[in-house]
């Protein structure tokens, strides 16, 4: 099946533009509905000349677990390029369990996996569930979910219904992103309209708004777009699924904690005004671990050895919101500038961290 | 009179124990830096917390009133792009943004553009930049920020950018994305002039 259309969209933070898009997609259904594979690939040209490319590919495995209850197992890759700028990748797996009736059903779902970009990869787990019923030629369905990508966070909560008639297929999605921790909020909804023009040949036109896709890192947008569908017809939203992905949308577990050997991590702990701020270094291996800082006038203080963290000393100072300077020696060594801090030169030839106090 | 007021001052760090680190002929200079400091309205702590940063270091005399030397003239650079009602944290916070590559004339539109303090603003301008964040993007993105966000955000949102980079994100792309999503219109034109405006959003 081959998908060609244009659109006019407006990214976040972007101009709005005009594109085109080249959308080739392939499907194979297992005879007896055992499992399915597809996959989907984009080619996306703006108006500015830039490009998009996407890939993607999906598998799931169905199983009947019970009377009612039907259980399927999943997994999906996908990688983007955008204007050779920003490359994305993920690898999902998912186990979901059905519970179905002749024209109602519900289900549940975990997801874990991986998303980057650049070299960075972040975990991602998603948790939802969903409800979905049938009548005569219209389906509606409903779904809660809750997805984790690094220590973004958030939850979606979607609507979508869909009449069918004489051949011309009427589709629409509502939804609000709520409790988001870097991923966006609001209210989004995208509507779409098929018309079969004959044998193996349709004309789709959609329009919407959709949200932030943090796992396979689009960006927010609106649309308009029109096309035409060549292949065995079935219906995909013809939104340009394919959005730049220079806006990825961030992440960030941050680094994963571990402090290589004869390195220093700093962490600092502030809880508030009237209380002292808790400095813990990291720092495996080591005997003894001295600070000095601005807001110990630069005299070497010794921490003390954590009783409850492993690898960690720890000491608590006055220290006022601001910028502040500070250097770190293990074992007697050299004065040096700890991970946790941002490392700049000094003017002794030598390097310092400087962290803020909120 | 303005004599008995220069005496007390010069009095006043002689008599600061802690420059009793400094060997006699850098203290006498370490002392003479900060008096002259203090006589233009500048403060005289950060110098002494250079000075004192310097014996820590075992840096030697000449490479401390050197170091106390430079940041009293950044000083004065900061406090002439923040104005005289410049708190110290500030004065400080601006001259890293100086020196990470800011230009005075960003200091001066970020105190135009946001209520003081504007420490914390500064900080992480400096922050962005010291991380390899470009300096014109820096500038527009903390610009942008200005005018609404609160400290807490700005905090959040170099806390984020840094562990973007440290997954392995390019500093700039980082700051532009995290910018974008936070809604910051603008921050995806890295190509922005040292004090000028940030540019409209670009097409995709």
Redesign the interface.
Known sequence: MLDAGISY?E???????G?ASLAPSIRWDHPRGRGFVSARGTYLR???G?RSLDFSARGSFFMPLARRWRGELGAGVGASD?AS??HFSHGIVDARVHLMDQDRGGWFSTSVGRSS??????PVAVVAMGVWLLKNEASISASLDRSFV??TAYSDLRSSARLQRGGIQLDGTLGARVFSN???HGVYGEASVLVPLGQGAAVIVAAGRYP?DVITGS?AGRYVSAGFRLGKLGFRPSRPAE??Q??????????DGSVPPGETRLEVTNRGADEPVRLTLYAPDARAVEI?G?FT????VQLQRSATKRDAWEGAFRI????H?I?VRRDGGP?TAPAGT???A?????E?G?F?L? | MMLTVLLLVTQVAVQDPRLERLDPETRSLVVSVVDSARAVGLPGEPLIQRALEGVTKGAQGPRIVAAVRRLATDLGTARSALGTRATTPELEAGVAALRAGAGPQVLTQLRDARRPPLTMALAVLADLVTSGVPVDSASAIVLAFAPTARDADLVEFRRAVERDISLGAPPGAAASVRALNTGIRGANDAAVPPGQPPRPPSRP
């Open positions: 969209v990214y976040d933070g972007f101009l709005p533009s594109a703006f108006e500015s830039n955008y700028i920003a970009f650049g070299d960075g990869p972040r690094g220590d870097g991923a966006g932030t960006i959005r730049p220079a806006g990825i949308p961030p992440l960030s577990t941050g680094a000095s601005d006038d630069w005299q070497p006022a919101p601001g910028i300077r250097n004065w941002t490392r700049s000094d003017d002794f030839g030598g310092v400087v803020l909120p």
